[in-house]
């Protein structure tokens, strides 16, 4: 997908949610759990409620791999059944992977072509030749942490004379372009983007930490939003998990729709 | 595994040998490709001539996962193969993971529970509580990136005036202890391995770099044994295609064997 067909579907849909599908076997609905497929039963139930207010959908691979072949198998069916059912919906492997040249490639083989994600999140801690794989292939996007919205954040990413968000941020911002890289940036310091919208004004960012953890939307797109929008939003429990029982997918729907309306406001 | 059963095997095999299987469909010898589960036919063959000389084992996930939940099933395969056979062997996903605390309990989960390695590789990216979930599952073991062997490791690791690596060894090590916690050190500049020594005496080290990226194991061995060997030396292209016909696994065998005569000189 492309920087103005993203831009575009946010503008068509009035919205710049992002749904994580951080589906968990203890969590869900328990008639799921006899059936042959109960990750992506659940997910398809989260995603055909939630595809009209949201532009992107991110699985984080965790989930999934928790469950063995059989899980990522369901990762494979949850990304094919977006893909024919709501084609014009970003997705993104929620994975920060993080190694060398050669098991790069591997890894963009992987999310790209065996499971045709459009997005892959990456740590960035190894450096540019764990990150320039993913950017060679065309409409594909690299999401490389910067300002990650967890508590223990602090030990590293936000350390030194000229924290190492920021020097990530900086010199990761030359390895690619606004078309295929994106950076994560947590909800939870909203005036952050404000220094950071400096350096960086163009790029999309991943922001995680709206809801559950405490980050204000008001405030991130007060400080964060650009001309093109700039922000995907994305809300993983407050979403999926919002009714645990049989109205699951209806409580889905109805807390992406209210993030959905708040964000059509910011639009404008 | 415990600290001391890694030890006592090292001693009892006269090796500090991990073989590194990063086993590229693309690479083993064509008849394979023809069976039902190509990587894992080639690790099994490779580990039976390795594992008189190898005291780990340490495939890494990229290399599975991009052949999807096939893949997955093959990487399960083999760390069963190697479990069932080979009891005493050590054995690592190299996966190098990172997320926030729910996240990667969920990692924890499936390397420590639905797969049965004895550890994980980590990026320290997010801090604290992406290792802590790893720390807690009973003589499991957290493997966590401190000074890697690849070229763009002076992006960010080598950089700031008290170096990341230094840095994240000095924090980290306050999580665990050394009977769950080792990093990885490349071997390609070994005189580090000098001042490293000084602020983690007693950790082991996972050590890349040896071989095809041109560390050299005398000089790892001399800047960085310590008193209960501390080393593990990982070989991955070196020993798993040091033959690409026919007789694959037996000039795997000889690799490991040379590697391992080296080693058990060093360990007198």
Redesign the interface.
């Known amino acids: 997908m492309t920087f103005n067909q993203l831009y575009e579907h946010i503008l068509a849909k009035k919205s710049f949610l992002c749904v994580g599908l951080?589906t968990?076997i203890n969590l869900i609905p328990e008639f799921f759990k006899d059936t042959n497929h109960p990750l992506f039963n659940f997910n398809k139930g989260i995603i055909d409620a939630t595809a009209p207010y949201a532009v992107a959908y991110k699985p984080?691979s965790?989930?999934y791999?928790?469950?063995?072949?059989?899980?990522?198998?369901e990762l494979?069916m949850t990304v094919k059944y977006i893909k024919e059912n709501y084609p014009d919906i970003f997705v993104i492997l929620?994975a920060?992977?993080?190694?060398?040249?050669?098991?790069?490639m591997?890894?963009a083989?992987?999310?790209f072509e065996?499971?045709n994600f459009d997005a892959v999140t990456l740590?960035?801690?190894?450096?540019?030749?764990?990150v320039m794989p993913f950017l060679n292939h065309d409409n594909k996007w690299a999401i490389i942490?910067a300002a990650?919205?967890?508590?223990?954040?602090?030990?590293?990413?936000f350390?030194?004379?000229e924290p190492?968000y920021l020097?990530?941020m900086k010199?990761s911002m030359q390895w690619g372009s606004i078309d295929n890289t994106m950076f994560v940036v947590g909800a939870t310091r909203p005036q952050m983007f404000e220094s950071i919208r400096k350096i960086c004004p163009n790029h999309f960012f991943l922001v995680p930490g709206v809801g559950a953890q405490g980050g204000s939307l008001q405030e991130v797109v007060k400080y964060g939003m650009n001309s093109h929008c700039g922000l995907l939003i994305n809300s993983s429990r407050g979403i999926i998990y919002a009714e645990r029982g049989n109205d699951f997918a209806e409580a889905a729907g109805k807390a992406a729709h209210a993030l959905a309306e708040e964000m059509a406001a910011y639009l404008v």
């Open positions: 951080d968990d984080n965790a989930f791999e928790a469950f063995g072949a059989q899980g990522w198998n494979e929620d920060k992977r993080c190694d060398i040249g050669n098991t790069a591997m890894y083989r992987a999310f065996t499971l740590s960035p801690y190894m450096g540019k030749d764990s942490l990650t919205s967890n508590e223990s954040a602090n030990d590293f990413e350390s030194g004379e190492l020097q990530v010199k």
